[in-house]
């Protein structure tokens, strides 16, 4: 057809403003975050500071002691948590405020909440005067019982109990004592020598009760700032600790009684093990960054050089999404709050150029996905590899370069071709950021620099993150955003509310490690992987990914990643492959989870902004995001894909699988130098998947049908083609 089925936007009809990108970098404020104000507002401030200050001074100065460090590290969570974010909707016009009644109830429940903190005192003094132990009914009455009553209690509380925004619930007042008292605990008998009695009959009947009240109050938190699918799943391996007698095959095992479980599964077998060593340590850590990175404004910057770079190619604000939320993803944690940074912007715009709706959010939802798997912080899930493989950190992320790149020209080649099919165009000059202003501010990307930089001399990720988070206040001085002590505080308040989540989604994970690790059903699982093999390599790599799927659907990356590498991971290395690539198999899928349906949070997310349906939404994103289900089977047939044998080995499978990559985005947008038609897009689907394999004799084969391809195209448009349908 021609040019006239392109969408028209007139001078005229538009009002032509440049884009300039503010408040990119402020944070998503969740409906159920309170927003205090006055002293409230002071007191959950300084908490906060207090908060992030804590890991800088602990991580860089004065180290704890491991557990007790991490028990720190949750407890804080948790009661800035409880602070935050409230259990229930709030009060406004249409909802009173609950009865009074239910205030009184909830504030006597500090009773026994407080007497189970004052026995914790008194538990450390008699420890310190030299008691052995203490006494089991005292852990029980004067202890246990109340904790349990206190935090149960609470929880059921908080769930009815409604008040205004800027208050507190004095239900979870209840639950951040309950939570200090379960940790004072946790602290008094691990700093003493019946530490090692933990997960036998002689453990203190008290470790179990302050577990139990602990495991609650996690589990509880989590509901509230991730959602209900990380809870459930965690409440099904709870359930399995118990019901394994009674189960039949493989699944079935002697099961655990509840004190020796919970006496171990807030040790490090469990919540204080590799998710809580993670979250405490490098999350935290580069969540600070981030926050500095944020005050400083550098997302706004980051998204306003991506406009200037591609907002003038055809398709412009589709190519803008996919690089602000490459650079976004480096410094954010969720794909989905990626969406919610970058797609609140390049959305509409995507709209304005003639993407329709549904495709504007998908397009937003796969890019912000690839946030995850960006070096070098891969939405913190690097990390995660890092402890559990013991891998290091810089081989990770090199690793991952590869992938990354494919990924994210997959997507780039998606929107050209869509872009090219349909005629449309890119934003005018006078849209866009002046390019020439954003060069002289190119120091902003100074602290990113610096991070790679310091990694890759060889420091640690502890001292080149503190760098880089430095260098991110030291850079703003030469910006319009200069951060001085107010914007350093601000900056640390931030990085200790942004933390709430990803600390208690960590934490909950780690209650799944614990099961998997006491129950030994990962072994199990692994066993079962091993049968698959045994008919069919392909069909076990098959089945690990749709496990890996379906354990991310509905969560955070991180805990996605979490809880898929302690279930399919370990099957995957059973049957021969190795760790590096068990483990970004397993990493890459429960990325995607995130863009596959039915359970899709950053299509939901972008289905929000752009407005259409959310299970079509993410029905395109799963087609947009195609590639990220076919590279990790590349993983498997060519190591090289992840730095894994000689560069020439490593140059050929990375070009040959760009090129695949290509002719893949080609396939599925019937466009490829033109409009291509049903068996064009069979042949080059079958050149695709030759170069995808990454065998020699697939690659000539598929190059060949690339070029056969190529040549009938242009020979059939004579070097040129117009759009074929209409935006």
């Not at 557990?67 to 406004?92: E, K, M, N, P, Q």
């Not at 091993?530 to 990914?545: D, E, H, I, K, R």
């Not at 359970?599 to 959310?614: F, Q």
Request: with cysteine; hydrophobic share 55%.
């Amino acid at each position: 057809m021609s040019q006239d089925h392109a969408p028209r936007h007139d001078a005229a009809d538009e009002d032509i403003r440049p884009v300039n990108a503010e408040g990119v970098d402020d944070e998503a404020v969740e409906s159920n975050r309170r927003l205090y104000s006055g002293w409230q507002w002071l007191l959950f401030g300084a908490l906060a500071i207090a908060y992030s200050s804590f890991h800088l001074v602990s991580l860089n100065l004065y180290p704890m002691e491991t557990w007790s460090f991490r028990i720190v590290h949750i407890c804080g969570a948790l009661i800035l948590g409880y602070g935050f974010y409230a259990g229930t909707r709030f009060a406004d016009d249409r909802h009173k405020p609950s009865p009074a009644w239910l205030a009184w109830l909830s504030y006597a429940l500090l009773i026994p909440a407080g007497y189970a903190l004052v026995q914790v005192f008194l538990m450390q003094q008699a420890m310190s005067d030299g008691a052995m132990r203490i006494e089991p009914y005292i852990e029980a009455f004067h202890f246990g019982y109340p904790l349990m009553l206190a935090t149960t209690a609470a929880i059921l509380l908080s769930w009815s109990y409604r008040q205004y925004r800027h208050r507190l619930s004095p239900a979870d007042l209840v639950l951040m004592v309950c939570a200090v008292a379960s940790a004072g605990y946790l602290l008094v008998m691990f700093n003493s020598p019946l530490r090692a009695s933990t997960g036998t009959p002689f453990a203190p009947m008290g470790i179990s009760y302050a577990a139990i009240a602990g495991a609650a109050l996690i589990l509880e938190l989590t509901r509230r700032v991730a959602g209900l699918a990380l809870v459930i799943i965690s409440a099904i391996f709870l359930g399995y600790v118990f019901a394994g007698p009674y189960l039949p095959g493989f699944l079935g095992y002697p099961g655990l009684s509840v004190g020796r479980f919970f006496s171990q599964v807030y040790t490090d077998a469990g919540v204080l093990g590799p998710t809580t060593a993670v979250s405490s340590t490098y999350i935290i850590l580069f969540i600070i960054f981030a926050a500095f990175l944020q005050a400083s404004k550098v997302g706004d910057y980051f998204v306003n050089f991506a406009f200037a770079a591609a907002g003038r190619a055809r398709g412009g604000p589709a190519k803008v999404s996919i690089f602000a939320s490459g650079l976004m993803g480096m410094i954010n944690g969720t794909s989905a709050g990626n969406v919610v940074s970058t797609g609140s912007l390049t959305i509409p715009l995507m709209k304005k150029v003639g993407y329709p709706a549904r495709s504007a959010g998908a397009i937003e939802a796969a890019a912000s996905t690839g946030g995850q798997i960006m070096p070098p912080i891969m939405g913190a899930g690097a990390f995660i590899m890092a402890e559990v493989t013991g891998i290091p950190y810089t081989e990770i992320a090199v690793a991952a370069l590869i992938p990354a790149i494919l990924y994210f020209l997959s997507i780039y080649c998606m929107v050209d071709f869509e872009a090219a099919r349909k005629g449309m165009r890119g934003m005018r000059k006078e849209e866009i950021p002046l390019f020439s202003k954003l060069v002289k501010q190119v120091y902003l990307f100074a602290p990113i620099i610096i991070l790679i930089a310091a990694l890759f001399m060889g420091y640690s990720v502890i001292r080149a993150g503190t760098l880089a988070t430095a260098s991110a206040a030291v850079v703003s001085w030469f910006s319009p955003h200069k951060m001085g002590i107010p914007a350093i505080l601000r900056a640390l308040q931030l990085a200790g509310t942004m933390a709430i989540q990803i600390i208690a989604v960590c934490a909950c994970a780690g209650l799944i490690v614990g099961v998997i690790a006491l129950t030994g059903v990962g072994a199990r699982f692994s066993s079962l992987l091993l049968g698959l093999a045994g008919v069919s390599q392909l069909l076990a790599l098959f089945f690990a990914m749709c496990i890996s799927i379906l354990l991310g659907m509905g969560m955070p990356t991180t805990a996605a990643y979490a809880v898929a590498a302690s279930v399919v991971a370990p099957g995957l290395i059973e049957i021969g492959i190795q760790p590096l690539v068990a483990h970004f198999f397993v990493f890459y899928f429960a990325v995607v989870s995130a863009i596959t349906p039915p359970v899709a949070l950053a299509s939901y997310a972008a289905a929000g902004i752009s407005g259409d349906n959310a299970m079509k939404t993410s029905v395109a994103s799963f087609k947009i995001g195609l590639a990220a289900f076919i590279v990790p089977f590349m993983f498997f047939y060519s190591p090289a894909m992840l730095m894994e044998g000689s560069w020439l080995q490593i140059l050929r499978v990375g070009v040959t699988a760009t090129l695949g990559i290509v002719l893949l985005a080609a396939t599925v947008q019937a466009w490829f130098f033109g409009p291509v038609k049903a068996w064009q897009r069979l042949v080059m689907l079958a050149g695709a998947l030759c170069m995808i394999y990454g065998g020699i004799y697939s690659d000539v084969a598929g190059l060949a049908i690339g070029a056969a391809l190529f040549l009938y195209q242009r020979g059939r448009n004579g070097g040129g083609a117009q759009p074929v349908t209409s935006g």
